[in-house]
């Protein structure tokens, strides 16, 4: 019934992303325009890491991507209950994890659909990367946004307002992009802020995918990159969970 019930869930919202191909592409347009108006500027500079300035800076929007765009999908939800959706849901037999796991694998689907694109863009640049760590890197991505899906979801349904809502998101997602190394290597940065941004647990999934770009998958940054990517995602999906079945009872 689980996988019923998601599947019946996942089909109604992938068929609403997919009437709105436009929202579907303009997600793309921020990472899109970092990798053809940042990325040049890279080019041959002195990064302190292993593989070309483009296998530095593409996983790091590829994280990016999903970072921003599953950060704020709560959005929708707080829509649907001005509107009563979700409490229509809720009265009904379906299962609360799969109200939750439905939003949360459209969510995948379309961020990952939109990592390949922007990887395919990132390769006409000058992007060389092996097969084994593109895959690698669309894998973070799904459990990234299976995280902070999850949670803006649970947050979405906590607060009452968009008004509320964006300040939160924007107070969570700046700091974990600036600390995490998203854009250069924290290598770079001064010694304080290296072990500073080491309590931020996307750096260790922007070190992993670093790692897979270059053709590496058996060091420190893959293990840790791999734990903290599946715990996030199992203590996030718990929380949303709890959260659907609880809210507003």
Known sequence: MLLQDTALIYGRYLRQSLRSRFALLFGLLMPLLYLCFFGPLLTGLPLGGRGSS???LVPGLLLQLGLFGASFAGFSIIIENSQGVVERMRVTPVSRLALLLGRVLRDTTVFVFQ???LVLAAVAMGLRAPLGGVLIGFAFVALL???????SYA?????????EFGPLVNAMTMPSMLLSGLML????APAWLD?????????YLVDAVRDAYVGSYTTGHMLYGVLVALGLSGLAVTVGTRVFRTARA
Do not use: D, I
Request: hydrophobic share 55%; charged share 5%.
């Open 145 to 151: 946004t299976v995280s902070l899906g999850s949670l």
């Open 54 to 56: 483009w296998q530095l």
């Open 115 to 117: 990592a390949v694109l």
């Open 195 to 203: 072990v500073l941004s080491h309590l931020m647990p996307f750096r």
């Open 155 to 163: 947050m979405a349904m906590k607060v009452h307002t968009p008004q």
């Open 185 to 188: 290597p924290m290598s770079l």
